[in-house]
């Protein structure tokens, strides 16, 4: 008799699975500069009063250039969405994220990096500001130790990736539905598109 559990954890990976490929359609869409309208009649305002049902939650950077209700195309109740310079782990910021995995009980973790990340570049840099602005490049600079060479790119990528593993190894995005997938995606700026840099396991399955 198959394992009910079992069976509820595989829900969880197709929901999330499914999450994710409408989030890189959706930025295809916005890419391509054909994307869904988005108009919010009153009826669905009064719909969203009883409650939020996300596909995803998004950690992303607070660059202006990258808001991502816009660059995956998606409309309003669509996604629960974390904004930090760097994606920043912070502690209001995962206390956010887990809200979103433990009590929304949403499947997919969405970590959004970008092409030209000042925070990266910042962090980069022998010299750091002083301050709170101080302390989050001294984060994502911590995050960079093992990256050799002053290259912004492959410091992004880093970046992006070490992200993904602190919040899988955290351990506390689970629900009692089961844990949340976290994935990594890479939003090129002088494309438009994104890339699925690390899927979690749920694309090569």
Known sequence: MPDPVAL???????AARQALLELVEGNR?????RPDPHVVA?????ALLDGQEPIAVVLGCVDSRV?????????????????????????VALGSIEFGARVLEIPLVVVLG??????VLAAMKDDHADGHLGELT??????LTDVIGNDPVWATGANLQATVDALREMGT???????AVVVGVLYDMATGLVAVTDDGGLLSA
Not at 8 to 14: A, G, I, N, S
Not at 77 to 84: E, H, I, K, Y
């Open 138 to 143: 001294g984060e994502v600079a911590s995050r």
């Open 8 to 14: 509820e954890l595989d829900d969880r990976m197709r």
């Open 67 to 91: 808001p991502p209700e816009v660059v995956l195309d998606q409309g309003v109740g669509d996604l629960l969405t974390v904004r930090t310079a760097g994606h920043s782990l912070a502690g």
């Open 173 to 179: 995005l689970a629900s009692a539905a089961g844990p």
């Open 29 to 33: 869409r916005f890419a391509e500069g």
């Open 114 to 119: 970008h092409t030209g990340c000042g925070a």
């Open 42 to 46: 009153p009826s669905e305002r009064v």
